[in-house]
Every structure is written in structure tokens, then in C-alpha cells.
Nanobody, 123 residues
Framework: QVQLVESGGGLVQPGGSLRLSCAAS????????MGWYRQAPGKQRELVAT???????NYADSVKGRFTISRDYVKNTVYLQMNSLKPEDTAVYYC?????????????????WGQGTLLTVSS
């Protein structure tokens, strides 16, 4: 079974930086896209950034120029470097992977979500 373990959330002051990590485990053979989504209180979950297995990235307009997504293909880990943080970035950040092939039978998992990590941007 594929599992995602997120880390790196916490409390940071406006203008500060933080890096989130998400490691996928479970005898993984391949992963298509890895990404980050977030959900603020009272709002719907929204895309933050994604990165494909070819390295193509996509960002929400609200984070362009401030956040950088990267991926370690050997460790099956995705990172989100967040700079110039704003109070409106406060949310639970969820890791997401899609089209994961894992296990001895090369089972296909269409989508897997992490448990979420809370980022609070406040002075």
C-alpha cells in the first residue's frame, strides 16, 4: 500500500520561509505527478503546485514567484519551498500523488493523499 508522510509545517511569521516535504513509500515503481494542495478554514481545497515525472511544474497564480516545487525521483519525495509567506497562505497543506505503480504486482493507484500538515503564517 502506498503511503505519504508529510513534514515541515508549523508557525512562521509573515515574510518568512518554510519547506514542506512529502515522502512516498510502499515498494514504489513509478509515480506520475506529485503535488501539493491546501485547504484554508472555510474554503475548498485548492491546487498549490504540481510536478510531473518529466519535471514539468505548475503553480497556482497566488504562489507563483514565491513557492518552488521540486522532486527527488530516487527518494520518491516532493518538496515545497515557500518564501515570502503571507497570512493568506495559512492552511492545511496536503501532498498528492497520482498514477502510482507499486508493489510486486505493479498495482496502479490512481491517487493517494497525505494526512495534511498545518502551516500558520502569523505575527
Amino acid at each position: 500500500q502506498v503511503q505519504l508522510v508529510e513534514s515541515g509545517g508549523g508557525l512562521v511569521q509573515p515574510g518568512g520561509s518554510l519547506r514542506l516535504s512529502c515522502a512516498a513509500s510502499g515498494s514504489i515503481f513509478s509515480i506520475n505527478t506529485m503535488g501539493w494542495y491546501r485547504q484554508a478554514p472555510g474554503k475548498q481545497r485548492e491546487l498549490v503546485a504540481t510536478i510531473t515525472n518529466g519535471g514539468r511544474t505548475n503553480y497556482a497564480d497566488s504562489v507563483k514567484g514565491r513557492f518552488t516545487i521540486s522532486r527527488d525521483y530516487v527518494k520518491n519525495t516532493v518538496y515545497l519551498q515557500m518564501n515570502s509567506l503571507k497570512p493568506e497562505d495559512t492552511a492545511v497543506y496536503y501532498c498528492n500523488v497520482d498514477k502510482v505503480v507499486a508493489g510486486t504486482t505493479h498495482q496502479l493507484y490512481l491517487e493517494v493523499w497525505g494526512q495534511g500538515t498545518l502551516l500558520t503564517v502569523s505575527s
